[in-house]
């Protein structure tokens, strides 16, 4: 679509995109030398007694869970203690070690690097904050929207760019997280991740899994950036946008983690949905009642439906004063 | 001449104020309509609805035939336009500029956007960013991003507010090859009268969102009536016989010179009256009624904003 590629033009002829660029770079090589050069090699021993350890702890934490059976309070913490036990008896009964007694591998660090997702939100926010309000602060605007393209297209043009820009950056994460994972640490001699779901324990190739952990961190990113590119629209001021936006991203969580100490409704909170990984994984960070995938995947759709509403009859209704 | 673009009864309001009421006028194909009216008349507003920046209240806009509240697309595709300045993407270079809004109309060939830029005569800076460019410049840029699509319609609101004499000079100079080459509407606001009457064929007069007045420029300039400045000696004398010679016309005494307005095929006749009669002619000055003059009959008062 021609509309793509100009908003893409506008992107790319700026410096400041290719500064987001660099960053992306620095932060990847950077966060691997540093994990680099403070790695501690595990001793040969202990790569061979991962497995009396891991019987000790089997033991203890089977004690442990038949000592809370019955409590009600502690449902929470059965099922986490459920989940170990499942998974380490899946260990040793194929013999797979544990992650922590690996040496270091590109598994490993593309795992570490999930993290750096929270990192390019900010840039995400950024352009999709600036994109249309930009325009709007320009007076570009003017000459935008006097073509023969409706308004409608205009902003779908502009969100499809920001997405791939999101894409893009993330893609770029992995694979760089992934050249350099294997250049610092190589691919290791390691077996399957492990997931727990429904009373059972499913092995996933480690590649899969990594790319699933890096789309399913990027929701949040999606979430957000399409939030910014709303506030964008509607108020035409990207500052506001900006500010709003990496805020919640930096204290979504934590609020959502306080408001949770006192009422209920706090699973109907975008951020008590984000960590969609915790599904797959069966470890959950917000735990509540009635919380599944699929649950979690209509509130975010009820979310970025209602955002793209608001946007979009801003966007198409109001006038276009000075 | 056809009608490229006509208003009907359009009306805007805003925050329950009623900034244009009841609007309606028809310009022609190859005329260029000025819109004439003081700071906060409506001109802008009206020229946004025309654009579609700014919905309707109520009414409609009509351009080739196609409504603006009905089938925008169809009926902007018609139009080039420049609101205020031409406020072009600084970080991008003149070409980029041009190459992406000739993306958004359909049917502009690469060949078509170096014809434009020959035409506006950009060609030796195109390929340097916009944020490098004179105002002048900007406004040729501007220009060009208007004619890419080849409209029927030009817009151009408040053209020359910043241009020097020579930047204002060529906007008009193409202003009016375009509409007598190639038959195209321009449409014109602006406050400066002087500037109007130079570039426009007819005129509109809006004030507080009403039309007041429609005119034609050629009106003026083949009015019967002429007033001529004479500076004679002496001057009493003057007068008289002027008064006597000459029943019917006005005459009066302003500082040292004898105001006269007369039907112009009696100009000569009284000069040579006066010399017959041994007065001293020092100078004679015809004086048009200007736009301006006319302008502020019809505004009232130079237009106060209400």
Known sequence: ?322 | MGVTVSLQNVSKVIKGKKIIDDLSFDVYSGEIFGFLGPNGAGKTTTIRMIVGLMKLTEGDVFICGESVNKNFEKAISNIGAIVENPELYKYLSGYDNLKHFARMSKGVTKERIDEVIELVGLKERIKDKVKTYSLGMRQRLGLAQALLHKPKVLILDEPTNGLDPQGIREIRDYMKRLSREEGMTVIVSSHLLSEMEMMCDRFGIIQNGKLVDIQSVHDTESSIEKAIHIKVEPIQQAMQIIQSSFEGCTVEIVENEIHVTVEESLVPKIVKELVLQDCLIYGVENVAVSLEEKFLQITGNGGQIQ
Not at chain 1, 35 to 48: L, P
Not at chain 1, 222 to 250: H, P
Not at chain 1, 267 to 294: C, E, H, P, R
């Open chain 1, 1 to 322: 679509m021609n509309l793509v590629a100009n908003e893409w033009m506008k992107l790319f002829k700026r410096v400041s995109t290719y500064i987001m660029l660099a960053f992306v770079v620095i932060i990847v090589i950077g966060v691997g030398s540093i994990i680099k050069y403070s790695e501690v090699k595990y001793s040969e021993d202990a790569s061979v007694n991962w497995e009396v350890q891991m019987k000790e702890n089997l033991v203890f934490s089977k004690q442990e869970l038949e000592s809370i059976k019955d409590d009600k309070d502690m449902a929470t913490y059965r099922e986490t203690l459920e989940r170990n036990i499942a998974i380490d008896e899946y260990r040793l009964e194929h013999n797979i070690p544990p992650s922590d007694a690996e040496d270091k591998n590109v598994w490993l660090f593309l795992n570490d690097m999930v993290g750096v997702i929270d990192f390019l939100s900010i840039f995400t926010i950024i352009v999709a904050a600036g994109i249309v309000a930009n325009e709007f602060s320009n007076g570009t605007i003017k000459l935008l929207l006097i073509r023969p393209v409706s308004r409608v297209k205009i902003l779908v043009s502009k969100y499809i760019s920001v997405m791939l820009f999101s894409a893009l950056l993330v893609g770029l994460a992995f694979i760089l997280s992934f050249i350099v994972g294997v250049l610092l640490f190589g691919f290791g001699d390691v077996g399957p991740e492990l997931l727990y779901r429904d009373g059972t324990v499913v092995e996933m190739n480690r590649l899969t899994y990594a790319m699933l952990y890096f789309s399913l961190s990027s929701v949040g990113l999606i979430m957000l950036t399409t939030m910014a590119f709303m506030i964008s629209t509607a108020f035409r001021n990207s500052s506001l946008a900006i500010g709003i936006s990496i805020f919640l991203l930096l204290m979504g969580s934590t609020f959502t983690a306080l408001l949770s100490l006192v009422f209920d409704g706090v699973k109907y909170i975008l951020f008590a949905n984000l960590d969609l990984m915790g599904y797959i994984t069966g470890n959950q960070v917000f735990d509540f009642d009635g919380g599944s995938l699929t649950f979690s995947l209509v509130i975010l759709a009820v979310y970025f439906v209602l955002f793209h509403i608001i946007a979009f009859l801003f966007f198409t209704k109001r006038d276009v004063a000075a």
